[in-house]
């Protein structure tokens, strides 16, 4: 009985700590943002090739390190490692885009998409258009460069990786962005998001 009435006056302590705990820092939604994110995963076929495209994207931002989402009751906010509040878009970030014929795969294919074509041509001939909205309203703003990175274009592969700068300018961080992946004829083969909030 001795036991049970010390962990009985003990309960209420504990609880208290714990709801002080959370008193101070009431708003930490989850873990922190880091500088490479994922951005989603596509698989395709083309037709009338057959071949199977792979489509990974990732979010590539250093000045995200650490950031956090934080919430205060109905508002959400993302504030810095430091706690200062972030108003904008990053002004700087990437997408890298990386497109695989390879046979391995996460899922199976979602769709089919028309490409006429060698698919390894296709991989070297890739455009990307980014839309940005706020609201209802959208645009489209152009890539501050796109880089193949990795393997030498010259050299026979089932990969290629690309690098997509984008220069955000004075976004709002509530705007949404949206990178999408076309192919060599101007048709999209699919989108990867950015949202903040």
Known sequence: MNAFRQF????????GFGMAAVAGNPWKTGPGL??????????????????????MGLIE???????????????????????ATIK??????????T????KVVLDGPQESVEVAGDPHELLLRLGFRIRVYDGLKAREIAPE?????GMPADV????????????????????????EVLSPQGEPLTHFPFTLL
């Open 34 to 55: 880091h500088s490479a994110m994922p951005a989603g995963y596509e698989v395709v076929v083309l037709k009338p090739s057959r071949a199977t495209l792979s489509l």
């Open 8 to 15: 009985a006056v003990l309960l209420p302590i504990i609880a």
């Open 145 to 149: 460069s796109v880089e193949m990175i």
């Open 99 to 102: 497109a695989s014929l390879r």
């Open 61 to 83: 931002c250093p000045e995200l390190e650490g950031a956090q989402h934080v919430s205060q009751g109905l508002s959400a906010k993302l504030v810095y490692a430091n706690g």
């Open 88 to 97: 904008k878009f990053p002004r700087l970030f990437s997408f890298r885009i």
């Open 156 to 179: 026979a592969y089932n990969e290629r990786v690309y690098r997509i700068t984008v220069n955000a300018g004075n976004l709002p961080i509530t705007s949404r962005l949206v990178l």
